[in-house]
């Protein structure tokens, strides 16, 4: 049996890189689950059951980062000794903090339904975008310190998109 401290590509038998197989990160997750499920091991007794928790636990926790992107890019990132440190390093390119101030200002002045739809279409594209740069970083150029960069810029886009999410909802209610 695998480690616990193996990291969660090897937990999970999928190559380390940023491109997985959700299908695959899925379907590998419920089988890791089933055969860890502390229920499986009621007849070995109290410490199986805790280990078989742990290994549960462990699963779900690994499981969380895989199917993130983000969270995904950054653990790719860390383990190769380039941190993210978001909540410590928040610089970002002139570029990018200028269109972050340009689509604060449009969001503060939107006031239609139609305008935040074209608002949020435009943040989705950008963290498309963003996401395939991340890629290209990771699993093309082995550049993990200009990944960190990207992992930070979708962190600040993922944030302002919930922004325009939530100012749509209230819009609708």
Known sequence: MISLQANDFELFGMPMQFAIEREALDARWKTL????????FAVEGA??????????????EAYQRLKDPVKRAAYLCEM?????????NTAMPAAFLMQQMTWRETLDETQTQAELDTLLREVQFTHQKALVDMAQAI?????????????RALMFIDRFASEV?????VLLD
Do not use: C, F, T
């Open 33 to 40: 689950q089933r055969e860890a499920h502390p229920d499986r």
């Open 47 to 60: 410490a199986a059951q805790r280990i078989a928790m742990q290994w549960s636990v462990r699963i779900n």
């Open 80 to 88: 190769h000794g380039a941190p993210v440190n978001a909540e410590n």
């Open 139 to 151: 699993d093309d150029a082995g550049d993990y310190n200009l990944a960190v960069g990207q992992v």
């Open 165 to 169: 999410r939530h100012k749509l909802d």
